[in-house]
C-alpha cells in the first residue's frame, strides 16, 4: 500500500512522508538490506548451478561422495567462477527491465517451479519408508519444540514473505490502482504456504527413506541441500534425473528471489539519483560483485578473516537476518501506525473498489504484536550471537549420517565427540568445520566400543577430558574440565536425547547455547 500510494522506492516512500533523518535512515536501511543479501544468496546460488551440471554430466554418485561440497566451496576459481554465472544472469535479467525482464521470467519460472515441486513431491512421499518423514513433517512434536523455535519461525518470516527488504514497497510502486491488495496478499499467503508443505514433502520423507527414520539427517542449511540430499539422489532409483529436477526448481527458486531483491536496489538508484536502468542495474552489479566475492572465498583463502567470529556469508546473514531486518520491520510499523495512519492505509487498499475484510486484524497487528515480534527477534539475535559468545560453551550437533558428532567451541578452543566411525565421521563433518573456519581441533572423543559409549583422554592446556562412571540407565557420561571454570563442571549423556545435567536441553539436529 506504501508503495502504490507514494509510486516510490523505499527511501523515496519513507520521505514522502518526512523529510527528517529517521525517515531517510528508515528508506535506506529497506533500501540496503537487499544490496547486502543479494551477494552472499547469489554465492549460494552458483553452489546450485554447479550442482545442476554436474547431474546434467551424470555424476550423482561423484556429487555424493565424502569431502566433495568442502572440496568445491574451499576452491576459490571454481567457487568464484559459479558465483559470477548467477549474478551474470540475475543482472541480464534486469536489464531487460520490469516488463521484458522480471516479469517475464517470473511468468516462465513460477509455473516451472510449482509443476516441479509436484512431481518431485510425488516421488518423494511414494518412496519406501517414506511415510515415517510424512509423520514427523506434518504431525507436531512438544519435545521439540522451544522458545527458541518461535523466534526462528518468525526470523524466516521475513525471507518468506519478503518483509522489511524493500521488496514490498519497491513492487507496490509497480501496482496499478486497480488492482486488489487484499487478494494479492491472500495469494502470496496461499502459494508461499502451499510451496512451503511441499517444499518439506520433497525433502523430509526422502531423507527418511535414505535415513531409515533417523531424523538426526535432517541438518539445516547447506548441508542439507548438498551433502544430504545428493546422497539421497544417489541411493534412488532415476537418481540423476530427480536431482536435475531438483536443482532446476532451486534455481527457479534462487533467480526470482534474487530478482525481487535486485529490482528493489536497481528502482532506488534509479530514483534518488535520477539515474538511467542501465548505470544503475551496472552500479549494483558492481557492489554484490565485490561483496559476494567476499563470500564466495570466505572458505578458501579468505577463511582466515572472522568477523565477530564469522565467515563472511554468515556476517551478512546475521546483519541482515537478525539486526536489520528487525529494525526495518520496526520502522515500517511505526511509520504506519504513527505517521501514516492506517486510516490512509484502508483509503489506499479501498481503492478502485477493492476490500479490507482483515482491517481489525491489521490495526492490531501494526500496532502492537508486528513491533513486538521484531523486537523481540532483534534482541534474541543480537543478543545471542553478540553477548553468549562470551565466556559460553557453544555445542553444536553435527550430522554425520549414522552416528553424531558433537561440536564444542569456546574462546578460540574445539573439540569432537563422536558416537561412530572416526574416519567417516571426520569425512562427513568436514564441511561444517570448514564453514566455521575451524582448521584444527584441540581434542577428539572418540566410542571405545561397540556399545557406544564414550571415552576420551585429551589435553588442552592445564586442563584434561577424562572418562566418569556412567550415572544410571546405562547412560555413559564424561566429563569436560577444559571448558568450563575450576569451580564449576558440565557433564552430560551421549545418547538419548542429550539431556544436560543442569537443565538445559539440547534436541539432535539442533544448536544450543549452555551459560557456565
Not at 582466515?304 to 551478512?316: A, E, N, P, S, T
Not at 552416528?403 to 574416519?423: D, F, M, P, Q, V
Request: a neutral charge.
Amino acid at each position: 500500500a506504501i508503495g502504490r500510494m507514494t509510486k516510490k522506492s523505499p527511501v523515496g516512500a519513507f520521505s514522502f512522508f518526512g523529510k527528517t533523518a529517521p525517515f531517510k535512515i528508515g528508506g535506506w536501511l529497506n533500501a540496503v538490506i537487499p544490496m547486502l543479501i543479494v551477494p552472499y544468496y547469489s554465492t549460494i546460488g552458483g553452489w546450485v548451478i554447479k550442482y545442476l551440471v554436474a547431474y546434467l554430466s551424470g555424476k550423482v554418485q561423484v556429487v555424493a561422495e565424502d569431502g566433495y561440497f568442502s572440496a568445491f566451496i574451499s576452491d576459490s576459481w571454481q567457487a568464484e567462477l559459479w558465483f559470477i554465472v548467477f549474478a551474470a544472469l540475475v543482472f541480464i535479467i534486469i536489464l531487460g527491465g520490469v516488463k521484458n525482464g522480471v516479469e517475464l521470467m517470473s511468468r516462465i519460472m513460477m509455473p516451472i517451479l510449482v509443476v516441479l515441486s509436484f512431481l518431485i513431491t510425488a516421488y518423494s512421499v511414494t518412496r519406501p519408508g517414506a511415510l515415517s518423514g510424512v509423520k514427523y513433517f506434518l504431525i507436531p512434536n512438544p519435545e521439540n519444540f522451544s522458545w527458541m523455535t518461535v523466534v526462528t519461525a518468525m526470523g524466516q518470516m521475513f525471507y518468506s514473505l519478503s518483509i522489511a527488504m524493500g521488496i514490498l514497497v519497491t513492487f507496490g510502486s509497480y501496482m496499478k490502482k486497480d488492482v486488489s491488495i487484499e487478494g494479492s496478499t491472500q495469494n502470496v499467503e496461499i502459494f508461499d504456504t502451499a510451496i512451503a508443505m511441499m517444499a518439506g514433502l520433497m525433502i523430509i520423507p526422502a531423507v527418511f527413506a535414505f535415513s531409515g527414520g533417523n531424523p538426526d539427517t535432517l541438518q539445516a542449511g547447506p548441508a542439507l541441500m548438498f551433502i544430504t540430499i545428493p546422497k539421497v539422489f544417489a541411493s534412488m532409483g532415476f537418481g540423476t534425473l530427480v536431482g536435475i529436477l531438483f536443482f532446476i526448481l532451486v534455481l527457479c527458486a534462487a533467480l526470482t528471489s534474487s530478482i525481487a531483491l535486485t529490482e528493489s536496489a536497481v528502482s532506488t538508484f534509479q530514483d534518488e539519483l535520477k539515474w538511467g536502468r542501465k548505470k544503475a542495474t551496472v552500479f549494483v552489479g558492481i557492489i554484490m560483485v565485490v561483496l559476494g566475492s567476499l563470500s564466495s572465498l570466505g572458505y578458501g583463502p579468505l577463511a582466515c578473516v572472522k568477523i565477530i567470529g564469522m565467515q563472511f556469508l554468515d556476517f551478512f546473514d546475521f546483519l541482515t537476518n537478525s539486526v536489520m531486518m528487525p529494525i526495518a520491520a520496526i520502522a515500517t510499523c511505526l511509520l504506519i501506525s504513527r505517521v501514516v495512519g492506517t486510516k490512509k492505509i484502508e483509503e489506499e487498499v479501498l481503492q478502485e473498489g477493492g476490500t479490507f475484510r482483515r482491517k481489525r486484524i491489521f490495526n492490531f497487528m501494526i500496532q502492537y504484536l508486528c513491533p513486538i515480534f521484531a523486537a523481540i527477534i532483534l534482541f534474541c539475535g543480537m543478543f545471542t550471537h553478540l553477548f553468549f559468545m562470551r565466556g559460553v560453551t557453544t555445542v553444536t550437533v553435527l550430522e554425520t549420517g549414522d552416528s553424531t558428532a558433537l561440536l564444542l567451541e569456546r574462546e578460540g578452543h574445539s573439540g569432537l565427540l563422536i558416537t561412530g566411525n572416526e574416519k567417516r565421521t571426520m569425512r562427513s563433518v568436514e564441511y561444517s568445520l570448514r564453514e566455521r573456519g575451524i582448521r584444527k581441533l584441540d581434542f577428539i572423543l572418540l566410542p571405545s566400543s561397540d556399545d557406544g559409549c564414550v571415552w576420551g583422554m585429551g589435553q588442552l592446556g592445564d586442563s584434561e577430558m577424562k572418562q566418569v562412571a556412567a550415572p544410571s540407565e546405562g547412560k555413559y557420561v564424561y566429563q569436560l574440565d577444559a571448558f568450563v571454570p575450576a569451580d564449576k563442571r558440565l557433564d552430560w549423556p551421549v545418547t538419548g536425547d542429550l539431556t544436560f545435567w543442569n537443565d538445559c536441553r539440547l534436541e539432535r539436529g539442533t544448536a544450543g547455547w549452555l551459560r557456565l
